[in-house]
T-cell receptor, first 115, second 112 residues
Framework: ETGVTQTPRHLVMGMTNKKSLKCEQHLGHNAMYWYKQSAKKPLELMFVYSLEERVENNSVPSRFSPECPNSSHLFLHLHTLQPEDSALYLC??????????????FGPGTRLTVT | KNQVEQSPQSLIILEGKNCTLQCNYTVSPFSNLRWYKQDTGRGPVSLTIMTFSENTKSNGRYTATLDADTKQSSLHITASQLSDSASYICVVSGGTASKLTFGTGTRLQVTL
């Protein structure tokens, strides 16, 4: 394991459900990220948090709502999703948000299926 | 527009054979380039990182090369093993505070 855990690993939800994805990092990092990985597409950055403050929101629909209660935990709250939201959702962390020399450590992902 | 293109999209090789994966990028300014390995059902794991001044870097049977002039990188895998079956993602960083630009990956399958 890379020190970043995600739960659940698999999630099937209907379009009217509300669910949450959880990410926890044990690396003492200050930055955390949510990515969406769809088949045959590059990873899409969704949100960036630095010291619990959201520093980036890449035009993500409001049906995705992130929460970062502390620098070790990150949540992604989901509601009224669409079938095209089915994807692998990856959480990552890094020492800071500076990309030069800063490796991002990824969790195993949550495979989300919206029915 | 910053882009990272990888080829081939997928590759099947016999165990023990070598292979080379390609990455072309248009990210500017350039800071560094990473190759990640992503096993099925797992998150990506970094294999190598290369800065502007580095031409080659090895990590066991993995050797990455970088030509900053032509904006090309390659990942060479020597004596492939079944455990090398995975997606390999090229990721370019364009500055100290910029976003990472990800390629779509090459899906490698090593067979007996």
């Amino acid at each position: 394991e890379t020190g970043v855990t995600q739960t659940p690993r698999h999630l099937v939800m209907g379009m009217t459900n509300k669910k949450s994805l959880k990410c926890e990092q044990h690396l003492g990092h200050n930055a955390m990220y949510w990515y969406k990985q769809s088949a045959k597409k590059p990873l899409e950055l969704m949100f960036v948090y630095s010291l619990e403050e959201r520093v980036e929101n890449n035009s993500v629909p409001s049906r995705f709502s992130p929460e970062c209660p502390n620098s070790s935990h990150l949540f992604l709250h989901l509601h009224t999703l669409q079938p095209e939201d089915s994807a692998l959702y990856l959480c990552a962390s890094s020492p800071t948000t500076r990309t030069g020399g800063n490796e991002q450590y990824f969790g195993p992902g949550t495979r989300l299926t919206v029915t | 527009k910053n882009q990272v293109e990888q080829s081939p999209q997928s590759l099947i090789i016999l165990e023990g054979k070598n292979c080379t994966l390609q990455c072309n990028y248009t990210v500017s300014p350039f800071s560094n380039l990473r190759w990640y390995k992503q096993d099925t059902g797992r998150g990506p794991v970094s294999l190598t990182i290369m800065t502007f001044s580095e031409n080659t870097k090895s990590n066991g049977r993995y050797t990455a090369t970088l030509d900053a002039d032509t904006k090309q990188s390659s990942l060479h895998i020597t004596a492939s093993q079944l455990s090398d079956s995975a997606s390999y993602i090229c990721v370019v960083s364009g500055g100290t505070a910029s976003k990472l630009t990800f390629g779509t990956g090459t899906r490698l399958q090593v067979t007996l």
